[in-house]
């Protein structure tokens, strides 16, 4: 790699620890009877309201409709992720640091299964809140699901609710464009036609 690519995946690299600091991922509800809204904020290792009691609202509500209770400490890949996001983060430095393209092409193709993988997970997740239900609910809607959207906005009854990355997701998806501009430079380098050496006559 030459220096501009090294200079982006480097960049890309240390974007991603903002992951650290800042909510991934953002979910608001908001109805008549919630006119300021709830909300959630999904961060790498917990799940938190984005009000005080915003999570504690929405685990009541929950129940009324026989959907299981949000339990961070329950969930498992708020164990993990902190751990597989230090090593990508990791890794992506030693890639810079060795200006090696194929390494550079292992790095990104671990990024896309990461991130592809973690979409999934949370669609799954969204999935099994929204759909498995307790069968002695006290409001039973025959045919209706509550799972939250992946990405923008849905109704669920008289709640709209909206699902968007917060600052932590925007920076992991800048850091992806940035090492996909990498990846671009390092192969354009290599498929430039070497510079005539040959005097013109």
């Known amino acids: 790699m030459r220096r501009p690519a090294r200079i982006f995946t480097l960049v ?21 009877q919630y006119p300021e809204g709830l909300g959630m904020l999904i961060r790498i290792n917990n799940i938190v309201g984005i009000k ?16 299981a209770r949000i339990e961070p400490d329950g969930i498992p890949e708020l164990r993990f992720m902190p751990a597989i996001l230090g090593t990508l983060i990791v ?24 991130f592809t993988g973690g979409l999934y997970d949370f669609w799954r997740w969204g999935y099994e809140y929204g759909h498995n239900l307790a069968d002695d609910a006290i409001i039973k809607i025959p045919g209706m699901s509550y799972q939250p959207p992946l ?14 990355p917060d600052i932590g997701g925007w920076a992991l998806v800048i850091a992806a464009g940035l090492v996909a501009y990498a990846l671009l ?16 006559s």
């Not at 890309?12 to 620890?17: E, F, I, N, Y």
């Not at 890794?91 to 990461?114: D, E, Q």
């Not at 669920?156 to 968007?164: E, G, V």
């Open 12 to 32: 890309a690299a240390l974007l991603m620890s903002v992951a650290f600091v800042f909510p991934l991922w953002r979910i608001s509800l908001i109805a008549p």
């Open 52 to 67: 005080e009691n915003d999570l504690n609202s929405i685990n009541g509500l929950n129940h009324y409709i026989g959907m």
């Open 91 to 114: 890794v992506g430095l030693l890639v810079a640091a060795s200006g090696k393209r194929a390494a550079l092409v292992v790095w990104a193709v671990m990024l896309v299964g990461v």
């Open 151 to 164: 990405i923008g906005p849905k109704q669920l009854l008289n709640f709209r609710a909206t699902s968007w």
């Open 185 to 200: 430079l390092s192969f354009k380098h290599t498929a430039a036609p070497p510079r005539s050496t040959v005097p013109p």
